[in-house]
């Protein structure tokens, strides 16, 4: 077992000095090239089992606030929360507040001892206003997000956040997992190639090699994808019979603060470091 492997299986048990190293050179040069980074098995079995419980309390009957596949809007998406599947959770909202334990994973040495090395700060906040949800895709009802960066519609000094998107079960094409473009955090894109909504547009030849080059995100449960906002990425319907769960939290470092008077701003953010 290499000191790495070592590292992630003691888990909780890593001081904060000790996860401000967690990564080594090799995986930060790799977020920095590619926009994304997985940590396997950084959430032990036990911590997933009662994350995957409390949401499926949460799932039926569906706690509040949450939007439903019909809000979304998305290809496959039921027309009206009235058509049939309407009513199919797609985000449960404000996972923050919802139980303590999200709470300890989302301040936890594990995520935030990475985030501090990967944002290069000692002073990381997480947004209350973005992600903060757990993502789930039921099978029957589900929709395609199609290829987008996550910061198009939030208001930020500079679009360097990241989000840190866990998973509950295993994540493949087949159930709608992450596809991610590798390098496009650091590429700019003229506006003509993105539609109204801006969604690459998968019409025009100069985005399909772009498209072509995407990888597949596959997770297992307790594995942890780190994206950057501005990596462009997809998740297409669950095909599958099982729900899929996962739980996202965005964060900022403290000098990079919302635009008043936005989406943004609108709850405050909650330092974690
Ligand atoms: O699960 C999905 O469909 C993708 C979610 C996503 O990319 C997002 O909410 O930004």
Known sequence: MTLSHRKKRMGTHLTQAQDDQALDDVQLARFA??????????????????????????????????EYEADVHYPGAPGSRDAQGGLTP????????????????????????????????DR?????????CIMTKHPGFSSMT???????????????????????GNEHPENGGMLMIPGTHTQAFDRGRLDAALFLR????????LINSAVTAELEAGDVLFF??????????????????????????EDNNPIPGTRSANYPDVPVS
């Open 33 to 66: 090239r590619d926009g994304y980074l997985i940590e396997r098995g950084l959430a032990g079995p036990e911590l997933c089992r009662e994350l995957a419980a409390i949401i499926d309390h949460s799932l039926d009957p569906a706690l509040a606030p949450l």
């Open 90 to 121: 797609r985000r449960l909202l404000h996972a923050y507040t919802r139980h303590p334990l999200f709470q300890s994973w989302a301040r936890s040495r594990e995520v935030v001892g990475r985030l501090r090395q990967l944002m290069q700060s």
């Open 124 to 132: 990381i906040l997480l947004s209350q206003n973005h992600h903060n």
């Open 146 to 168: 199609s290829w987008h960066e996550d910061v198009r519609y939030w208001s930020f000094d500079r679009p360097e956040l990241v989000s840190v998107w866990l998973a509950l």
């Open 202 to 209: 998968t019409d025009l030849e100069e985005n399909q090699g």
């Open 228 to 253: 950057h906002c501005k990596t462009y990425h997809a998740a297409g319907m669950n095909t599958t019979t099982a729900v899929k769960r996962s739980v996202v939290f965005t964060y900022r470092t």
